[in-house]
T-cell receptor, first 112, second 117 residues
């Protein structure tokens, strides 16, 4: 299993700033990637996904970038708001297999 | 988006008792559901894959006799923690893919906080 620590990486930003959360994935065979937002005491909430035939996908205030060469995924949140404060997880999947593998997570703290 | 519910949202039980957690897909059918466990400040760890009409598939290190899974219908999977001990205290979350292909978006339930005294 993956090794996990007791302290999540934390990104602290001011309200209105743009936030970038990074994720390194391990399996070069993964071809579907998802970002989830998890607020305290709640289940993960789908934010945005991207398939490996794309390198960028935009949603409302969010953009996901995929760099398959270095196995790196990022989530950009524009004009970050206090309500964006949560833990963000990336997850990877291989087409044909429905199990997800989650990254360690990053806590985003947005100050007013 | 698809909605997944869990019941109960939190449960406190005595050591040695069994606890059942339900996971329901409310507006779609799910032949497969997933059960995760999450400890504080850690990521989600997949425990098992629940399959409607067949046995669950457990991840390495997860005791199938301790964590009983029953996928009773296309909208309901249950996880029973048998003879619970304090180390089983955790946040249990289920998910279900809203589709039939192998790479569908998974929707998560709100989680169940289990505290074993």
């Amino acid at each position: 299993g993956e090794s996990v620590g007791l302290h999540l990486p934390t990104l602290s930003v001011q309200e209105g700033d743009n936030s970038i959360i990074n994720c390194a994935y391990s399996n070069s065979a993964s071809d579907y990637f998802i970002w989830y937002k998890q607020e305290s005491g709640k289940g993960p909430q789908f934010i945005i996904d991207i398939r490996s035939n794309m390198d960028k996908r935009q949603g409302q205030r969010v953009t996901v970038l995929l760099n398959k060469t270095v196995k790196h995924l990022s989530l950009q949140i524009a004009a970050t708001q206090p309500g964006d404060s949560a833990v963000y997880f990336c997850a990877e999947n291989i087409q044909g297999y429905s199990t997800l593998t989650f990254g360690k997570g990053t806590m985003l703290l947005v100050s007013p | 988006g698809a909605v997944v519910s869990q019941h109960p949202s939190r449960v406190i039980c005595k050591s040695g008792t069994s606890v059942k957690i339900e996971c329901r897909s409310l507006d779609f059918q799910a032949t497969t559901m997933f059960w995760y466990r999450q400890f504080p400040k850690q990521s989600l760890m997949l425990m098992a894959t629940s399959n409607e009409g067949s046995k669950a598939t457990y991840e390495q290190g997860v005791e199938k006799d301790k964590f009983l899974i029953n996928h009773a219908s296309l909208t309901l999977s249950t996880l029973t923690v048998t003879s619970a001990h304090p180390e089983d205290s955790s946040f249990y979350i289920c998910s279900a893919p809203a589709g039939t292909s192998g790479s569908d978006t998974q929707y998560f339930g709100p989680g169940t906080r289990l505290t074993v005294l």
